[in-house]
């Protein structure tokens, strides 16, 4: 039985996917590492919101942040081109969260006490 996930047409329909999942990712301001960083759930509902069907492997998303970096690095390169604006940064945090500070006192912590 031949291996269809590695025949030319599943190269070709690997590249067209990661370039569309790229282009919508690009435009919210995730970067390579951030997207290889989500977890498969997130990175699941991440295609179906580009209009894609979810990659089966990881061969397909390494190749969207690849693709990512080299939009990045080229977007660096000509700031002012029109292709190198982002359409929606401002949903970056839809689906990758900031870390989360903890809270400080500015001293050592002690339980509340409550008179009895």
């Given at each position: 039985?031949?291996?269809?996930a590695?025949?030319?047409?599943?190269?070709?329909?690997?590249?067209?996917?990661?370039r569309?999942?790229?282009?919508y990712?690009?435009?919210?301001?995730i970067?390579?590492?951030?997207?290889?960083a989500?977890p498969?759930?997130?990175r699941r509902?991440?295609?179906?919101?580009?209009?894609?069907n979810p990659?089966?492997?990881?061969e397909?998303?390494?190749?969207v942040?690849?693709l990512?970096?080299?939009k990045?690095a080229w977007?660096?390169?000509?700031?002012?081109?029109?292709a190198?604006?982002r359409?929606?940064?401002d949903?970056?945090i839809?689906?990758?969260?900031?870390p989360?500070?903890?809270?400080?006192t500015g001293?050592?912590?002690t339980?509340?006490r409550?008179?009895s």
């Amino acid at each position: 039985m031949p291996d269809y996930a590695h025949t030319d047409h599943a190269s070709k329909g690997r590249a067209d996917k990661a370039r569309r999942l790229a282009a919508y990712v690009w435009h919210r301001g995730i970067s390579g590492a951030e997207l290889l960083a989500l977890p498969a759930p997130a990175r699941r509902k991440l295609a179906r919101a580009a209009g894609t069907n979810p990659p089966g492997t990881d061969e397909t998303w390494t190749l969207v942040a690849r693709l990512l970096d080299e939009k990045d690095a080229w977007a660096a390169r000509h700031p002012d081109h029109p292709a190198a604006q982002r359409e929606c940064p401002d949903e970056k945090i839809l689906w990758v969260k900031p870390p989360v500070r903890p809270w400080t006192t500015g001293g050592t912590a002690t339980p509340d006490r409550h008179p009895s």
